[in-house]
């Protein structure tokens, strides 16, 4: 469940960002040292932009599944370490889909997304930092899960 709690931020703000560089695709912002008018005219910009949405759908869909499972389980039912596992690996995936997402926009808006006071940077630095928690599981922790299978209490 921490891993739930960690990941969906990370989407939201992953989305927000797909909204602000959104307005920029769309808008009449030039791409850097190109001869097209707007991004949106072109190829690699529409391509990594359409990429960095496909990795935050993936991020969403990974995490949905996971939501699904965890909340077909019974309070009080032993879930295997294998599915723990699994379930982990998603998450982490996800979370990694989410900063490689990040960075495509970055990417596509330009250095002026990392300005102290642009929406683009909060939402990065919400990712890079959310994606360093230990409980999505893209660093790695210093505790060892334990072999074990995990009771879901109601509580979790």
Do not use: N
């Amino acid at each position: 469940m921490g891993g739930l709690a960690a990941v969906a931020p990370m989407i939201g703000a992953t989305c927000g960002a797909q909204d602000v560089v959104a307005a920029a695709v769309a808008g009449k912002r030039a791409p850097y040292a190109t001869t097209y008018a707007r991004v949106g005219d072109s190829p690699l910009g529409r391509y990594w932009f359409t990429e960095a949405l496909r990795r935050t759908e993936s991020a969403m869909q990974r995490t949905l599944r996971v939501a699904d499972v965890i909340g077909a389980v019974r309070p009080g039912a032993a879930m295997p370490v294998t599915e723990r596992i699994r379930l982990r690996v998603e998450l982490s995936t996800a979370a990694r889909e989410c900063r490689e997402a990040m960075e495509l926009l970055l990417d596509l808006h330009g250095a002026s997304g990392f300005a102290g006071d642009h929406p683009l940077q909060r939402f990065w630095r919400d990712v890079a930092v959310g994606t360093r928690h230990p409980a999505p599981g893209t660093r790695t922790s210093r505790r060892t899960p334990s072999p074990r299978t995990t009771v879901v209490s109601p509580s979790t």
